[in-house]
Nanobody
């Protein structure tokens, strides 16, 4: 019913930048919070950034000042602008959105993940 499709990952050198996109599609009534997570190899998935439907943002300390989360409600899309990338940022990045559909309570949906690799 609802699908989140991520794009924008890839290989970048340390100090470089990438912008990730995550577009939601389907029978969407309301999108509440949208978030970005990442999962380095062999590690757990960690929350990086959250943006509420009111536009408030919250960041993990590891990315604060380097990453910026934003959203375009007209496009049902959340973005993650990543600057000053470091090798430690290498991970699979996942978007998450809490979405209300016509016939269901709000539910969390996940993107498929996109690989970000930062070389030294």
């Amino acid at each position: 019913q609802v699908q989140l499709v991520e794009s924008g990952g890839g290989l970048v050198q340390a100090g470089g930048s990438l912008r990730l996109s995550c577009a939601a599609s389907g029978s969407i009534l309301t999108i509440n919070d949208m978030s970005w997570y990442r999962q380095p190899p062999g590690m757990q998935r960690d929350l990086l950034a959250v943006i509420t439907n009111g536009g408030s943002t919250h960041y993990a300390s590891s990315v604060k000042g380097r990453f910026t989360i934003s959203r375009d409600n007209a496009k049902n899309t959340v973005y993650l602008q990543m600057n000053s990338l470091e090798p430690e940022d290498t991970a699979v990045y996942y978007c998450n959105a809490n979405i209300r559909t016509r016939y269901a309570l709000p539910h969390d949906y996940w993107g498929q993940g996109t690989q970000v690799t930062v070389s030294s």
